[in-house]
């Protein structure tokens, strides 16, 4: 299984961002996807996650209302859409696979990550 991240990049706080997640070598469409991040000296931490057929997402309380978090099965694409961005933002961001139905929050719960996409926020 492959997970290739991308979209990251460098932008002002109160910019936007769409970060993409494709996957190989696994049926996609059966497993939960999540995103993650990890700041300098900082545990990865949960984002957002979406079960498999899209119906249900979960959030991060700091990140509820400004991401979204979204799933395109034909492609075989994960997206996260960041608006309104922080500072605090600033991270490696990460996408996994969850080979469950339930959209859990904890990083042992992931059995695949892709390599991660540099997002930074500038004020």
């Known amino acids: 299984v492959q997970l290739q991240a991308s979209g990251g990049g460098l932008v002002q706080a109160g910019g936007s961002l769409r970060l993409s997640c494709a996957a190989s070598g696994r049926t996609f469409s059966r497993y939960t996807m999540g995103w993650f991040r990890q700041a300098p000296g900082k545990e990865r931490e949960f984002v957002a996650g979406i079960t498999y057929s899209g119906f249900t997402t979960r959030y991060a309380d700091s990140v509820k209302g400004r991401f979204t978090i979204s799933r395109d099965n034909a492609k075989n694409t994960v997206y996260l859409e960041m608006n309104n961005l922080k500072p605090e933002d600033t991270a490696v961001y990460y996408c996994?696979?969850?080979?469950?139905?339930?959209?859990?929050?904890?990083?042992?719960?992931?059995?695949?990550w892709g390599q991660g996409t540099q997002v930074t926020v500038s004020s």
């Open positions: 996994a696979s969850d080979n469950t139905l339930l959209v859990h929050t904890a990083t042992l719960d992931y059995d695949y």
